[in-house]
Each structure stands twice: as structure tokens, then as C-alpha cells.
């Protein structure tokens, strides 16, 4: 009974570890964010006029989605356009972006049509002038 035990224990554990490498390495086959225009968590002193996001191939136009949400709700931006870069992707901002917290979300999907989305914040903090005498 013993020997039983530790075979299912044996069988469980490398059932365990195949499925984590798999699951990572399915994971590398499929775009993802390599970097943004804001950055994650970046605490801007002036309203960006695009979001930009690359990736780590290049992204179906037809596929990809940019939006700007902040505190007081949805802020305008354009249709989602090609860059001078082909792994990245841009949309300009046409609303109005005033001091407050901004989660951009994103939706994109590489050559194996597979899409994927995501999500980061940045701030915008009030550009302060300097006083007067």
C-alpha cells in the first residue's frame, strides 16, 4: 500500500509541474504588452495626447481596441491606428483628460487570431504654476 501511495504522489506532482510548463509556455506563444505610452503606474504632469501601446509581435489592426476611462467616466479617443513601428499600436486621445487616476484597457490579438486584453493606470497630477508676488 505504501508503494501505491507514493506513486500517486509521484503522478500527481509531475501531472502538476507538466501543466505549469505548458501553461507558460502556451503563454510566450501569444502576444503581449512589452511596453506603453503612458506606463503602467506613471504619474504624468501633463495629459498624454495618444495612448501607444508594443507588443511582442505585431498586432491585428483589425482586431485591436484602445479605451480611457478616469474618475469621471469614458474619455474620447480615436480609432485604433498603426504606428512607424509594426508591434505597436496607437490611439490618439480627443477628449478631455483633467488631474485624476486613468486605467487604459486594451484588447489586441497576434497572428494565431487568439485575443488578449489588459488593463493598467496612470496618473495625471495638476500642473502646478509657480506664484506670483
Not at 508503494?3 to 510548463?21: F, T
Not at 506606463?39 to 482586431?63: G, I, Q
Request: aromatic share 6%.
Amino acid at each position: 500500500m505504501k508503494r501505491e501511495s507514493i506513486l500517486g504522489k509521484a503522478l500527481v506532482l509531475s501531472s502538476a509541474v507538466a501543466l505549469v510548463v505548458f501553461t507558460t509556455a502556451a503563454s510566450l506563444w501569444h502576444l503581449h504588452l512589452t511596453d506603453s505610452f503612458p506606463k503602467t503606474d506613471a504619474m504624468l504632469t501633463e495629459a498624454p495626447d495618444s495612448v501607444r501601446l508594443w507588443f511582442n509581435e505585431e498586432p491585428e489592426l483589425a482586431l485591436a481596441a484602445i479605451s480611457l476611462d478616469g474618475e469621471h467616466g469614458a474619455v474620447e479617443m480615436s480609432e485604433v491606428r498603426e504606428t512607424d513601428d509594426s508591434k505597436s499600436i496607437k490611439a490618439e486621445v480627443l477628449g478631455e483628460v483633467v488631474p485624476g487616476e486613468y486605467r487604459v484597457s486594451w484588447r489586441a490579438a497576434g497572428e494565431d487570431g487568439h485575443a488578449v486584453r489588459g488593463s493598467f493606470d496612470f496618473m495625471v497630477h495638476a500642473h502646478s504654476s509657480p506664484e506670483r508676488n
